[in-house]
């Protein structure tokens, strides 16, 4: 219906088709960062400032393209999604699962509830240090960080989702003859996915910060390492590159959970 | 299906409360819900009729008083396989129709050809072919009633709870749904608890009306419809429907005034 009108007022009057642009979320969004970087492209080239403290994005690009091509940025790109997503699908499955336990039991509730309050809050940059000294620098190390980052939301919002499941759900399945094995499975779990999708989402942002912080600090590889690095020999044009993959990564990783969560939709019944 | 009958027998049931006096839901009910037959429970709100069902359904221990399950001539035995269809629905809202209906039987075992045969057979008795496949936020309240009856029903129950079936409904919705269950009902032969506020529901729907008090909860009257079925709303001009309508009223209107005296109300 709205392209049509769009459309319509095309054929209509000059002009419409600009107004058809402005009037699409994705040409807005996409066009607003094109005009940004022209807009930096043109100022830099007139102002004539060094491209030590402002390289030109062509500059950027042409960088970028030469580090994942001979420089090895792609085999950073993949230690650091490795650590990343290594971490976050462990602090996932174990999450969730306790997430549902603690959601199901009034004891373990009381347990978790003092830890949860202890360590929630507490800045997880600052467990760095200790976790050297346990782990050292190596995998397990990165693995932990990433964990850590992302299972206080995941368990919180997994038990926030179940504790908002509407009794009559569970008294309906009761009364079909489920188990309460069967209750938690088929019941709690479906109904808090909305809730644990929205911990996912916390929770992998939480473990990107700190996986490319930990890097920074201790990284011999990963992009945290080489921006660090990059930063130290005053390579400007490599700091930029590596922050717009990581840029890119963030607009990926946002508007996949975007489309998950539309698709769940069927979840909410009104 | 040999259909079962449940027994009351002096069921009381007290919710011990710390800082306040107990509360007496229920104070010793005899009553019971014959074999193959429709018994509907009315009575002002608040005088524990839905506490009632959960106690027949076995989610609900009474404080006092004893349960029996009566079989054929008259044999004690176990608790039968029970049904329920709500007031509120409670459909899992991430699952399709199909898949509403056979929840159950999945639960169970039941294999994958079969249950979807069954939900589909069950699906059809209340006219919803053709709907398999949405979710129950795409239905009317009706309709998502009708599911409601459709997974209720694909369990083959011995007895059917229904617990205000229509109360979230609207009145041309409940008439029809009300003729639909007295069919679904009749031809399915299970025994039914029927819990209402409708006087008319219960006269369309019910063998026998049982008339509660206001809360503590007890057995008033116990009145027998012998009208004939298949009762529609043409039933409602029957002269013997007014006076079962009239007498129902009375009985309901002095419990109804001393419920709002005493106060409370548990919906």
Known sequence: MRTGEAAKEMTVKPGG??????????????????LVLLVWELVARISGVSALYLPRPSQILVTLISMFSGGGLALDLGVTLWRIFAGFAIALVAGTLLGLWIATSWRI???????????????????????????????????SISFLGAIFPIVINTVLGVSQCDPGLVLAARDLGATPQQIMRRVLLPSAIPSIFAGIRLGLGVSIILVVAAEMVVGKVGLGARLYLAGQILETEQVF??????????????????????SLGNWRID | MPAVAIEFDDIGLTFAAASRAPTVALDAVTCRFESGKVTALIGPSGCGKSTLLQIARGFLDPTQGRLRFVEGAGGNTFRPAMSTVWQAFNLFPWLTVIENVAFGLDLAGVPRAEREERARRAIAAVDLTGFEDRYPRQLSGGMRQRVGIARALVMEPEVLLLDEPFGALDAQTRLVLQEQLARLVETSGTTAILVTHSIEEAILLADTILVMTARPGRVAARIDVDLPRPRSIATTRDPGFSALFDRIYELLRDEVMRAMVV?????
Do not use: C, E, H
């Open chain 1, 17 to 34: 088709a600009v107004r058809a642009l402005l009037d699409n979320r994705r040409v807005l969004g996409w066009g607003s960062i094109v």
């Open chain 2, 263 to 267: 106060g409370g109300g548990d919906n």
């Open chain 1, 241 to 262: 590159a590596v922050l717009i993959v990581l840029a890119a990564l963030g607009i990926i990783v946002t508007k996949a959970q975007d489309a998950i969560d539309a």
């Open chain 1, 109 to 143: 509730q009381a347990v978790a509830d003092m830890f949860i309050a202890a360590l929630y809050p507490l800045p997880k940059v600052t467990l760095i240090p200790l976790l050297i000294i346990w782990l050292g620098t190596g995998g397990p190390f990165m693995l």
